[in-house]
């Protein structure tokens, strides 16, 4: 009796496990059955083409995608300096008193929801980028900007513990050789730290690529590639949220299943990098 | 200039730099912090919890439904999703350890955690909306829970290979099987830990907006019928802040004071469960 039990026990958490490897594959096939129409209707031309007209059932997401990139690159532009600045900060210069304060909120606005990075952005930041760019406020900038705050905690705690791992040793040798704090920072902490700190900021990236409540409330969701980028625009994750509930053709849904399997292979590719190029050294680390 | 003058010269600019990013970084966060709170304070009153949503104009109106679906979607999906992820965990932890297909559930579920929930919805979506021909509760828990279990199992997994081995071999030398040593050994020396584990989880999926845009939709009325549409805190919020009318930005208000005051209390008690077990 003991020994079924225990067997069942087993093969419960064996099946639960694969299950999960299975989900994801499922995901895949489910995402692609899905896009099946578009991608017959146009071909490769979808990723080419920017004319994204509903009613004439004319579907091409490079606006969207090309937006993601954009809104995705600036949101790096801006956040990696500041996360970088703060995470030197929190493993080097803070004093002792400092350190858990700081470094426990950061944290913890990591946690708050991005709906709200969103709603801030729409009152309060959006007027702001009005005030001084002119135009509606809304489009590519305000986004990359908001998008470069929701994810600067998440850099800054990873490039922080990334950092903590240099052995006090090797800073002490070079603080013996008569180094600064900037020679031992550039010279001993930021190599040592180096994999680490790339995987957290193409981690983030993943993160921005994805991220959709942030962006949503700001981005203003025109089908167009603006090289102006106080100009509304749109992004893949921004036209899923805004359109998804009002599709209705089947060609229409077909094209926004499409945009779905691009973000989930964009974000698929670029965490597995992250994960398995850089991270996998600090990994077990933690 | 010197070359050392000149040294500590570029040192003191760098270290001015990321001081100076690091109160810029911090700024921004407390803004949207007082934010949250001045307005959210402003905008809660009793009404909120004892009415349902109503048309803009109307003085008895509420977050009421938005805050009993929101308990009800984050619960059920944590019901399913906290067994599933901790069996999976234990299976990778106890069973699979070092093993190639446990290594690769490990990387999946890692990449899992970061895939754009909005995507989740979408497959939700063509899975559960599509053949039942509606928006409904059940395909929202469903899309939580697959949000979910990938934290629980990673947590779990982390949390049970810290318990050390030799209390397992005592078990085992006892005559344990292998499931009970398990149960009554493994889980109760990583219980902190797993809970914690949960708790960030919990308030993982409880911000979550993106995936139940289109899969448990929204309702303006209370229900608590799951194979219905229902409502949320996030979608409400998203609902609210992006129409036009002043009453109504109001309410999102309050929903983002409330929804972020559970999760930062469920991040914060997380982190204690972990700093007390550690100090023992």
């Known amino acids: ?286 | 200039m010197t070359a050392i003058e000149k040294r500590l010269l570029v040192n003191k600019i760098v270290l001015g730099l990321s001081s100076l990013s690091a109160l810029i970084g911090i700024g921004f966060l407390f803004w949207i912090l007082y934010v949250l709170v001045a307005n959210g304070i402003d905008a809660i009153n009793w009404n909120i919890f004892v009415f349902e949503g109503a048309p803009p104009g109307y003085e008895e109106s509420g977050l009421r439904q938005a805050l009993i679906g929101q308990l009800i979607l984050v619960g059920v999906a944590t019901a399913v999703g906290v067994p599933l992820g901790i069996l999976a965990g234990t299976y990778l932890s106890e069973y699979g350890q070092k093993s190639k297909l446990a290594e690769i559930i490990r990387d999946i579920s890692d990449i899992m955690m970061s895939a754009p929930s909005i995507v989740i919805g979408s497959f939700v979506y063509a899975i559960i909306v599509l053949p039942m021909g509606h928006f409904s509760g059940w395909a929202g828990v469903v899309a939580l829970a697959i949000i979910m279990i990938p934290i629980i199992l990673r947590t779990t997994d982390d949390m049970l290979q810290l318990v050390p081995s030799t209390l397992r071999e005592a078990a085992f030398a006892l005559g344990a099987p292998k499931y009970k040593v398990i149960m009554q050994v493994v889980y109760r020396g990583a219980k902190a830990g797993v809970l914690t584990g949960v708790l960030l989880g919990i308030a993982r999926v409880g911000g979550e907006t993106a995936p139940l845009l289109f899969t448990s939709f929204n309702d303006n009325f209370l229900n608590y019928d799951l194979s219905e549409p229902m409502a949320s805190l996030t979608v409400t919020m998203f609902n609210y802040a992006t129409s036009p009318y002043e009453d109504w930005q109001k309410m999102g208000w309050a929903a983002a004071f409330i929804l972020s005051m559970f999760i930062l209390g469920l991040n914060i008690l997380g982190r204690l469960i972990l700093l007390k077990k550690k100090g023992r």
């Open chain 1, 1 to 286: 009796m003991t020994l079924l039990i225990d067997k069942l026990f087993a093969n419960a958490t064996r099946f639960v496990a694969v299950a999960i490897l299975l989900l994801v594959a499922w995901i895949f096939t489910v995402l692609f059955q899905h896009s099946t129409e578009a991608i017959a209707a146009f071909g490769f031309d979808f990723i080419l083409q920017d004319k994204w007209a509903p009613n004439l059932e004319k579907f091409g997401g490079f606006a969207a995608i090309a937006g993601s990139v954009i809104s995705t690159f600036l949101a790096m532009l801006f956040a990696v300096p500041v996360a970088i600045g703060v995470a030197i900060f929190l493993s080097e210069i803070a004093p002792a008193k400092l350190k858990s304060p700081v470094g426990v909120s950061i944290e913890l606005l990591a946690a708050i929801p991005s709906v709200i990075y969103g709603m801030w952005g729409l009152f309060y930041f959006v007027p702001i980028i009005r005030d001084v760019f002119g135009g509606l406020g809304i489009g590519m900038l305000t986004a990359g900007i908001i998008l470069a705050i929701m994810i600067l905690p998440f850099m800054a705690a990873v490039t922080r513990d990334a950092m903590n791992t240099t052995p006090d040793i090797l800073k002490e040798s070079a603080y013996a050789l008569g180094a600064t704090k900037w020679d031992v920072i550039k010279d001993v902490v930021i190599p040592y730290a180096k994999a680490g700190i790339i995987g957290s900021l193409i981690l983030a990236l993943g993160r921005a690529v994805g991220e959709t409540m942030a962006v949503t409330f700001v981005m203003g969701n025109v089908h167009k590639i603006s090289l102006d980028i106080t100009a509304p625009a749109t992004s893949i994750p921004v036209t899923l949220a805004n359109e998804f509930t009002e599709a209705d053709t089947d060609l229409y849904f077909s094209s926004l299943f499409e945009l779905a399997l691009i973000l989930m292979v964009m974000s698929f590719v670029i965490i597995a990098l992250a994960k398995f190029y850089f991270l996998r050294r600090t990994r077990k680390v933690k």
